[in-house]
């Protein structure tokens, strides 16, 4: 069975920093490209960033272009999002999904909360 | 950067009856290999998304005959034929043709 566990949100002042994690099992992690998506409080979904199999291509939204790094560690089946520079509005759910080789994204964790405030 | 619109932005629908969503996207999702990019996915009250349909049409693993997508090129519809209370909830088109996107989401309802 699929399953993808993240961790790492919580409640991180503006400016600051904040990693997270998504644990993988129940596939083969380092054949599949990996994505985080976000959802402020009341909003819609908003992709964020994605990375390749091997880690070797990454792709960010304009909105983290700069401020958030994408990498994984395929010798431990996780996927990480190192955040900096964080902002109120970065304050959302963030999912951790896989992308399946049509490019969609075939299964989704149960999302870690990240606030940004003072 | 492709741009997702969807209307309605909420639907409240009676039970049995049927319900449409439109998706247009601001240029084509059919690739020149033939492939449509784009999915339609389903946010319950409390969950994660699923997925729903992925190239335009196709029913994703488990997911129920009365969902249909259609459309091609800029225009997608996601149509389920009898509403059941269990469909209620967030729905979003994305497109998968340039990095990712999705639509703003549409809120269906029970009457």
């Known amino acids: 069975e699929v399953q993808l566990l993240e961790s790492g949100g919580g409640l991180v002042q503006p400016g600051g920093s904040l990693g997270l994690s998504c644990a993988a099992s129940g596939f083969t992690f380092g054949t599949y490209a990996m994505t985080w998506v976000r959802q402020a409080p009341g909003k819609g979904l908003e992709w964020v960033s994605a990375i390749s199999g091997t880690g070797g291509t990454t792709h960010y939204a304009d909105s983290v272009k700069g401020r958030f790094t994408i990498y994984r560690d395929n010798s431990k089946n996780t996927l990480f999002l190192q955040m900096n520079s964080l902002t109120a509005e970065d304050t959302a759910i963030y999912y951790c999904a896989i992308i399946s080789a049509k490019r969609d994204f075939d299964y989704w964790g149960q999302g870690t909360l990240v606030t940004v405030s003072s | 950067d492709i741009v997702m619109t969807q209307s309605p932005l909420s639907l409240s629908v009676t039970p049995g009856e049927p319900a449409s969503i439109s998706c247009r996207s601001s240029?084509?999702?059919?690739?020149?290999?033939?492939?449509?990019?784009l999915n339609w996915f389903l946010q319950k009250p409390g969950q994660s998304p699923q997925l729903l349909i992925y190239?335009?049409?196709?029913?994703a693993s488990g997911v129920p005959d009365r969902f249909s997508g259609s459309g091609s090129g800029t225009d997608f519809t996601l149509k389920i034929s009898r509403v059941e209370a269990e469909d209620v909830g967030v729905y979003y088109c994305m497109q998968s043709l340039q990095t990712w996107g999705f639509g703003q989401g549409t809120k269906v309802e029970i009457k």
């Open positions: 190239s335009g049409s196709n029913r």
């Open positions: 240029q084509s999702l059919l690739h020149s290999n033939g492939y449509i990019y």
